[in-house]
């Protein structure tokens, strides 16, 4: 039975009732695209659950930005978390595939693609889930925008 505590016997710093809520809602979207009848309800599903497990990594470490206004969340990551520029081009070309799925388009996705972006999603939010528990291991969830964990 674990004690929650690392291996030199420090117990880890929680992470943010808001990243840990995010991380639910990125879950329950992978839920939903697994058990989807529909390629593009699946793809929609996966996409939201990556899209949250972003934010749920830019809420946590924090965004590096001088500009005001709206972002995307795959540019805050990106800015945020260079070591996930990968998954963010790759998720954020599949962004107008799923805003015409949800304005009603019929048939925008193959089944292939559907169930390609949800192993992926599945991947990426394990991964976001990883760096957030190593960095809060390092005790270092709420670092200055920008800042890295070694």
Not at 5 to 29: C, F, H, K, N, W
Not at 41 to 52: P, Q, S, T, W
Not at 117 to 141: C, K, N, P, Q, Y
């Amino acid at each position: 039975m674990s004690t929650g505590r690392t291996a030199a016997g420090v117990r880890p710093a929680p992470i943010p009732v808001a990243t840990a809520q995010l991380l639910a809602r990125a879950d329950a979207e992978l839920l939903a695209a697994r058990v989807s009848p529909d390629a593009d309800d699946r793809f929609v599903h996966a996409h939201l659950a990556a899209l949250r497990a972003a934010t749920a990594l830019v809420v946590a470490w924090g965004a590096p930005t001088k500009r005001r206004g709206p972002r995307a969340v795959w540019e805050l990551l990106a800015r945020t978390a260079p070591e996930f520029e990968a998954w963010t081009a790759y998720f954020a070309s599949g962004a107008k595939e799923r805003a015409d799925v949800e304005a009603g388009v019929p048939g925008v996705v193959s089944e292939k693609r559907a169930g390609e972006l949800l192993a992926t999603a599945e991947d990426f939010v394990d991964e976001i889930r990883i760096a957030l528990e190593e960095s809060s291991a390092a005790g270092a969830v709420e670092r200055g925008p920008g800042s890295r964990v070694s």
